[in-house]
């Protein structure tokens, strides 16, 4: 069987290398319609978002005419005016009463009807007031209490001295010791001779046993520990006894003790021994000075 007319032969097209293996490998990954959509997708936007909506717009005409066939494609964005102005004060304020300003509207606080220490209980209606006047000097403080409760006015003065009595004198105080000595000799045939006495409220500087017989003198307590100084006199020979040193180089002076420890001090050219036990510490009026003219 002839062929009629011309053999017509196909164009020899070629697809790129890239181009046939981006195909198969989209295709092998299975990613084809994803990309496929992306496309698509691409290309429907502009046209499904540059489109307006047509409006018909029928001009307004005299009775009877009427015009058909027109379409008017419009986008208009119409500016309206804002013309706030200033609020009337007359509505803003009216409210409010007008008030003068000088005019005092607000008193001080009240007092009356109020009492020292708390507020008042029944018959307090009538008022009462109370004021406190404290007067200081050097030696005493003068204390004046004045309440007023009605037609009654009772007025009371207090007095105090400052660490004195009724003469507002100055009273002095110090720490006194209450001291057991026992003193000890020996006779010429060997015997042993004691002599115990009993020192109460022994204030500083006092000598111990006695003036005539100064073995220590007691110095006051200390103000670090509280413990009571001793100062040894140069006619002790040799201390026995626990203490500390506080003064002295070669020769011990001044020596802090211990309560309730006794301590032994020989003393004079006889070898006499002293034991000093501190029984307790206390305060005690030293002296009173005389009161200035």
């Not at 419009?74 to 409210?95: H, I, M, N």
């Amino acid at each position: 069987m002839k062929r009629l007319g011309p053999e017509l032969k196909m164009p020899d097209l070629k697809v790129p290398d890239f181009l046939a293996d981006l195909y198969y490998d989209l295709r092998d990954r299975r990613l084809l319609p994803l990309v496929v959509l992306a496309i698509v997708a691409i290309v429907s936007v502009p046209f499904l978002l540059g489109g307006d909506p047509e409006i018909e717009v029928h001009p307004s005409g005299p009775a009877g005419a009427s015009i058909s066939g027109v379409q008017t494609r419009t986008a208009e964005l119409a500016v309206v005016e804002a013309k706030p102005g200033l609020r009337d004060y007359r509505k803003r304020l009216r409210g409010r009463q007008p008030t003068d300003p000088f005019e005092q509207r607000y008193a001080g606080p009240v007092l009356k009807g109020t009492e020292l220490g708390g507020g008042g209980g029944e018959g307090s209606g009538s008022g009462s007031e109370t004021s406190t006047s404290v007067t200081r000097t050097s030696k005493s403080v003068t204390k004046t209490t004045k309440t007023t409760s009605g037609d009654t006015t009772k007025t009371t003065t207090t007095t105090d001295a400052t660490g004195g009595d009724e003469d507002g004198e100055l009273t002095l105080f110090s720490f006194g010791i209450d001291a057991k000595i026992v003193r000890t000799v020996t006779k010429p045939d060997g015997g042993k001779e004691t002599h115990p006495s009993t020192h109460r409220r022994v204030t500083p500087p006092t000598a111990l046993p006695s003036t005539e017989t100064q073995v220590v003198t007691y110095m006051g307590i200390s103000p670090e520990t509280t413990k009571p100084l001793l100062l040894i006199s140069d006619e002790v020979t040799a201390v026995y006894g626990e203490a500390k040193c506080l003064s002295g180089a070669s020769t011990c002076q001044l020596i802090e003790i211990d309560v309730g420890l006794p301590i032994t001090f020989v003393f004079g050219p006889n070898g006499a021994r002293y034991k000093i036990t501190v029984l307790d510490v206390e305060p005690v009026v030293a002296a009173k000075p005389a009161s200035s003219p």
